[in-house]
């Protein structure tokens, strides 16, 4: 009697099973991104989650920056950018309940692209349109702008009118924080300046692992199809209509008394594709090459990692002036001596691929700097991820 009464008592005070909770749609805040459309003001129930050094995201539309959609939802929507020095925008909130481990979800965002997105660049000061597309991820994580787990990522965002876009998410720990990020789409080879729009964020809703998300709806009208054109040599057939009515006429069928003449197709306009990211080359530029995969304490290069290094032998054989130091980084799993070691043979499995494909070996300095100039907080997954890494120096443009 003791236990059941207790039993009781915790579900009266709210202390609800494990399994109701992870079966519980969770809401967002402001998921329509309402506020008064301003630059570098994050809106409403949303907290910047960018470089410190750089300015939040904007509420849209701003003429400020020449962007004019109208919204999908609401009044204003979300901007976010990337940046041409290697800095991008994120917005994060608190969940009221937390993701939890191994429970599926389905979460949606209406994404799409500005054609004019003009701001000032970070490398030049100079008047640039930030049309170049961009990706958008969703982190997990348990603190203000953690980044834990990456639960998912788009495509790039190419689409000029708005589109839903459906996300699988399975967390692997529980997670009492989202965040919202645009990224560069990969691989890349530069850092470039490119926006996404974002707008009616869907509740995070439950679902069985099993069941595949909904299939992704795009906001537009499919063209209407063309009449299927007749032989030029082969008149219609009239029939005689005194004895039966008359029956509809098939749009798709071209009544005449003189042979069909196809009509002239006026060619349709060529879209532009999208202008490439501005390639500027300085001396003492660093260049970190993305996707750039070993097996664990090996030096060995991945196949996978073949298109990254390929974008750099492009760049090498379009510069042959140009000469290069390539810098392996360890994160600190391991003593000073075997980091210093097992960089210096990543960075020189590096040069021998760019040898073995035709490039000067005199152009290229191999250095090993093992786990002294880490760039991220290395106690976490994500942080280790990031300091083992292999990057190009330019050394000269003029040899």
């Known amino acids: 009697m003791i236990k059941r009464f207790l039993q009781c008592s915790l579900l009266l005070t709210g202390l609800a099973p494990f399994s109701l909770v992870a079966q519980q749609t969770i809401k967002l805040d402001n998921p329509s991104f309402e506020d008064f459309p301003q630059p570098a003001h994050t809106p409403a129930g949303w907290y ?90 969703i982190w997990g994580g348990n603190t203000y702008c953690g980044k834990d787990e990456n639960l998912a990522d788009s495509e790039p965002i190419e689409n000029g009118t708005w589109k839903t876009y459906t996300f699988r998410l399975k967390p692997k720990a529980n997670y009492s924080y989202i965040m919202i990020e645009a990224f560069y789409k990969m691989p890349t080879l530069f850092p470039y300046n490119g926006n996404v729009l974002v707008d009616n964020a869907s509740d995070l809703v439950p679902t069985p692992c099993e069941q595949k998300p909904q299939p992704t709806v795009v906001a537009s009208v499919e063209p209407p199809k063309k009449p299927k054109p007749l032989p030029p040599t ?33 060619p349709k306009p060529v879209k532009q594709p999208d202008p490439k990211p501005e390639k500027v080359l300085k001396e003492g530029q660093l260049i970190k090459i993305q996707k750039l995969q ?106």
Request: glycine share 6%.
């Open 48 to 137: 910047d989650c960018g470089f410190a050094s750089e300015s939040a995201p904007d509420v849209q539309p701003n003429a400020q920056f020449q962007v004019s959609k109208p919204p999908k939802d609401g009044k204003t929507y979300l901007g976010l950018v990337v940046r041409d020095n290697n800095t991008w925008e994120a917005v994060g909130q608190r969940l009221k309940i937390p993701l939890q481990k191994g429970q599926c979800y389905q979460f949606s965002l209406q994404l799409s692209k500005s054609e004019l997105y003009v701001s000032k660049s970070k490398m030049t000061n100079k008047d640039v349109n930030y049309v170049t597309p961009a990706i958008v991820r």
């Open 294 to 399: 070993f097996d664990g304490g090996d030096f060995t290069i991945n196949p996978s990692s073949f298109t990254s290094l390929d974008e750099v032998y492009e760049l090498l054989s379009a510069n042959p002036n140009m000469t290069i130091e390539i810098g392996g980084h360890t994160n600190g799993n391991g003593d000073d001596k075997y980091c210093d070691v097992l960089s210096t043979n990543r960075a020189n499995a590096v040069r021998d691929y760019f040898v073995n494909k035709g490039i000067e070996g005199s152009r290229m300095q191999a250095k090993g700097y093992g786990k002294h100039k880490h760039i991220a907080n290395d106690s976490t997954p994500e942080g280790r991820k990031q300091n083992q890494r292999v990057e190009i120096k330019i050394l000269s443009l003029n040899r």
């Open 234 to 266: 082969q008149p219609i057939k009239r029939t005689d209509t005194t004895k039966a009515k008359p029956k509809p006429i098939d749009p798709d069928i071209v009544v005449a008394d003189v042979p069909f003449t196809p009509p002239i197709e006026v």
